[in-house]
């Protein structure tokens, strides 16, 4: 199957600090990625969709503000988190689908493991 | 969104089939069931999606029911490497969003 990259695989950082996630796809252009948290021991809870050339879709209850996203080209897609506070440690996800058309299986990156210390 | 149903957690032998089961009965006529898993810590992997017919890969076996209300993921020879947590979405028409429900626990024993 396709591959989607994370970068990095786990981060520390200190609270208040910003941090940036980097999501590739290497063998694909994805006009649409998604970005996803999970809590220990809980599902994946989808926090925006980014679309490339254009602003993300964030879901409701997610701070747009808190979580930057840029997909500034069909193969990248960065999440910043500003000002990060321990609440915020967590996994982050992302996903992204080809340009194929609709009902084609995602592919997710191998996730980012942040602690906010 | 069709929700999806799924037992918290199932086991199965080694070597035996795994059978997963999902009710979605609110489905729509145009919306695909998709079947992923996430293994601990790691991102969630494809295995399988159809909309009515069955479908095999070399992963696993979907069978839908007539109906589409319900499916099963059949996992055939289990290993101890497919413990996993096994998520049945019903991908909204239109979109390419995949919303996770809570999934299946499977763990595979010796």
């Known amino acids: 199957g396709a591959v989607v990259s994370q970068h990095p695989s786990w981060v520390i950082c200190k609270s208040g600090t910003s941090v940036k996630i980097e999501c590739r796809s290497l063998d694909f252009q994805a006009t649409t990625m998604f970005w996803y948290r999970q809590f220990p021991k809980q599902s994946l809870m989808l926090m925006a969709t980014?679309?490339?050339?254009?602003?993300?879709?964030?879901e409701q209850g997610v701070e747009k503000d808190k979580f930057l996203i840029n997909h500034a080209s069909l193969t990248l897609s960065t999440l910043t988190v500003t000002s990060a506070h321990p609440e915020d440690s967590s996994f982050y996800i992302c996903?992204?689908?080809?340009?194929?058309?609709?009902?084609?299986?995602?592919?997710f990156g191998q996730g980012t493991r942040l602690t906010v210390v | 969104d069709a929700k999806t149903t799924q037992p918290p957690s199932m086991d199965c032998a080694e070597g035996r089939a795994a059978n997963l089961p999902c009710n979605h009965s609110?489905?729509?006529?145009?919306?695909?069931v998709y079947w992923y898993r996430q293994i601990h810590s790691q991102g969630p992997q494809y295995i399988i999606h159809?909309?009515?017919n069955n479908e095999t890969n070399e992963m696993a076996s979907l069978i839908i029911t007539e109906d589409r209300k319900s499916s099963t993921l059949i996992l055939p020879h289990a290993t101890l490497r497919d413990t996993a947590v096994y998520y049945c979405i019903v991908r909204a028409a239109g979109t390419d969003k995949l919303i996770f429900g809570t999934g299946t626990r499977l763990q595979v024993f010796p």
């Open positions: 609110t489905i729509s006529g145009n919306e695909y």
């Open positions: 996903s992204a689908s080809g340009t194929g058309g609709r009902n084609t299986e995602a592919f």
């Open positions: 159809g909309l009515k």
């Open positions: 980014s679309n490339e050339g254009s602003k993300a879709t964030y």
